[in-house]
């Protein structure tokens, strides 16, 4: 297999049909830069076009699987003086638009099969990937998903617009949207969007990761594994035009947020422990 260049963070392997893909960074919860997201949209296009892979899996390390954008790569994004932009929406255009519609692009028409190992939390644009999954499991039942678009002035992105009443109904997106609530392990189990809680205490994600790993390797035994990706591919189809379209609304809406400044000013006080998220 070809690789890519390396990025600190975010580490991939490939083992027999698994592509494998583990964020790196505890230190920051493995909060993700906008050049980190697009590291992930390549890996993807790299297991896309390995004909001996079937599944990417998504792992990570830690306590959390991660907290969404980096808000220290936000700061760098506002303040950076090497490049000069013609105006904010063309800054913008850079920082968000084109990074953000080109990862959330590459997780929708993924022709492997996902599978997320939520080892804890994921926030924000993570999140957003994590609802993109065909399949997720939970180390334990301490792991939810926030999309704290309200809190930061910001507007579903990633997909989530149609991912999440997709998976937990309309009226259940409301609710957790617009007043900023997570969706707690409860919630993931009733509306099946967990398959199995592997029930392993916190500090244990590497024996967690290497326990999926295990069982995916019995459960694909004796399987035609080309019928997967033909079965994934006519799974995608019921929804693949309505995310492709929402990919595209999602982003140009959110742009007026970020050259009207509200989710920088938001990040920042999020930065300097003034904003909180209500968890
Ligand atoms: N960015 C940078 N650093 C982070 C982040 C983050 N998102 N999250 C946590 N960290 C760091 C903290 O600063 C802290 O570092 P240090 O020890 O040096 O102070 C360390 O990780 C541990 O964090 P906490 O001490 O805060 O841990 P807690 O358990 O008290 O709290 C929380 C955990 C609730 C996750 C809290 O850290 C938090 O609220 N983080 C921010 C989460 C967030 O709002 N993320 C952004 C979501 S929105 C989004 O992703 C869409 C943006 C679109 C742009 C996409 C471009 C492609």
Same mark, same amino acid.
């Given at each position: 297999?070809?690789?890519? =260049?390396?990025?600190?963070? !975010?580490? &991939? =392997?490939?083992?027999?049909?698994?592509? !494998?893909?583990?964020?790196? *960074?505890?230190?920051?919860?493995?909060?993700?830069?906008? %050049?980190?997201?697009? @590291?992930?949209? %390549?890996?993807?296009?790299?297991?896309?076009?390995?004909?001996?892979?079937?599944?990417?899996?998504?792992?990570?390390?830690?306590?959390?699987?991660?907290?969404?954008?980096?808000?220290?790569? !936000?700061?760098?994004?506002?303040?950076?003086?090497?490049?000069? @932009?013609?105006?904010?929406?063309?800054?913008?255009?850079?920082?968000?638009?084109?990074?953000?519609?080109?990862?959330?692009?590459?997780?929708?028409?993924?022709?492997?099969?996902? !599978?997320?190992?939520?080892?804890?939390?994921?926030?924000?644009?993570?999140?957003?990937?994590?609802?993109?999954?065909?399949?997720? @499991?939970?180390?334990?039942?301490?792991?939810?998903?926030? &999309?704290?678009?309200?809190? #930061?002035?910001?507007?579903?992105?990633?997909?989530?617009?149609?991912?999440?009443?997709? *998976?937990?109904?309309?009226?259940?997106? @409301?609710?957790?949207?617009?007043?900023?609530?997570?969706?707690?392990?409860?919630?993931?189990?009733?509306?099946?969007?967990?398959?199995?809680?592997?029930?392993?205490?916190?500090?244990?994600?590497?024996?967690?990761?290497?326990?999926?790993?295990?069982?995916?390797?019995?459960?694909?035994?004796?399987?035609?594994?080309?019928?997967?990706?033909?079965?994934?591919?006519?799974?995608?189809?019921?929804?693949?035009?309505?995310?492709?379209?929402?990919?595209?609304?999602?982003?140009?809406?959110?742009? *007026?947020?970020?050259?009207?400044? %509200?989710? #920088? =000013? =938001?990040?920042?006080?999020?930065?300097?422990?003034?904003?909180?998220?209500?968890?």
């Amino acid at each position: 297999m070809p690789g890519i =260049r390396k990025n600190e963070k !975010i580490r &991939y =392997r490939a083992a027999g049909p698994f592509f !494998i893909i583990q964020l790196v *960074k505890p230190e920051n919860l493995n909060a993700l830069e906008g %050049e980190d997201y697009i @590291y992930l949209g %390549e890996l993807l296009e790299l297991a896309d076009k390995d004909p001996n892979v079937y599944f990417t899996v998504l792992q990570s390390s830690g306590r959390f699987f991660s907290s969404g954008a980096d808000f220290k790569g !936000i700061a760098k994004a506002q303040g950076d003086s090497s490049v000069e @932009y013609a105006s904010e929406t063309s800054k913008w255009l850079s920082n968000f638009v084109a990074r953000n519609v080109y990862v959330t692009d590459a997780f929708i028409k993924h022709s492997k099969v996902l !599978i997320c190992c939520l080892n804890g939390p994921a926030i924000g644009m993570s999140a957003a990937l994590v609802a993109l999954c065909d399949i997720v @499991y939970s180390m334990n039942d301490k792991v939810y998903l926030l &999309y704290p678009f309200a809190n #930061l002035g910001l507007v579903t992105e990633g997909g989530t617009t149609v991912s999440l009443p997709l *998976k937990f109904g309309i009226n259940t997106a @409301y609710e957790h949207l617009m007043f900023n609530k997570p969706f707690k392990y409860d919630t993931l189990c009733e509306s099946g969007f967990i398959s199995k809680n592997f029930n392993m205490p916190s500090p244990s994600s590497e024996t967690f990761n290497t326990a999926v790993l295990d069982e995916l390797r019995s459960k694909v035994e004796g399987l035609y594994l080309p019928s997967c990706l033909g079965m994934k591919k006519l799974l995608q189809s019921n929804h693949i035009d309505s995310l492709n379209k929402i990919n595209s609304m999602e982003v140009n809406e959110s742009l *007026k947020y970020w050259v009207d400044g %509200e989710p #920088l =000013r =938001r990040f920042s006080q999020l930065g300097s422990k003034q904003r909180k998220h209500r968890l």
